[in-house]
């Protein structure tokens, strides 16, 4: 988008530079030379109204980085107090967490470098810890807090609230 702009940029200052040549050669404004300058002139104001708004983009963009930034590092902590009123080990976090963003038993065995029998056997005493029957319930307790405030320390109440 900036090197469109600086293009038009260019573009448009040739074509100012050759109607103001033609007003110089002619020496008085012509129907057709007022209609080349306004041209120009529309393209200018094209040119100013692009990079207002490639800005305003930027600058929105930039606030909605930092927004998700907060969020994530508000969400990570939420998890990890949620996991240590749970009583998770380290392990049973870490497998928690990979779970709550998505990722399959396989996956989460190959990112830990352990087996996905050792990812089940962490993933049963996670559920049983939060008091859930799986995965989806598992989730539904932190995107419910999102949307409805603090988790509560019984997290079947909780899900019996959310249906």
């Not at 909605?64 to 009123?85: H, K, L, P, S, V």
């Not at 993933?123 to 799986?134: D, E, I, M, P, T």
Request: charge should be neutral.
């Amino acid at each position: 988008m900036v090197a469109l702009i600086l293009f038009q940029t260019a573009c448009a200052a040739l074509f100012v530079a050759d109607v103001f040549n033609d007003i110089r050669e002619a020496g008085r404004f012509t129907v057709d030379l007022n209609m080349e300058l306004f041209a120009n002139l529309g393209l200018i104001a094209g040119i100013v109204v692009e990079a207002t708004v490639l800005w305003a983009l930027l600058r929105r963009q930039a606030r909605a980085d930092r927004t998700i930034g907060a969020a994530q590092g508000a969400m990570a902590e939420m998890m990890g107090a949620q996991f240590d009123q749970w009583g998770l080990t380290p392990a049973e976090a870490d497998v928690a967490a990979f779970t709550i963003k998505g990722f399959s038993v396989s996956e989460t065995a190959s990112f830990r470098g352990s087996s996905e029998a050792t990812v089940k056997s962490h993933l049963n005493s996670v559920y049983r810890k939060a008091g859930v029957s799986g995965r989806s319930q598992l989730v539904s307790i932190f995107v419910e807090e999102l949307f409805h405030g603090p988790i509560k320390a019984d997290a079947k109440a909780q899900q019996a609230r959310a249906i």
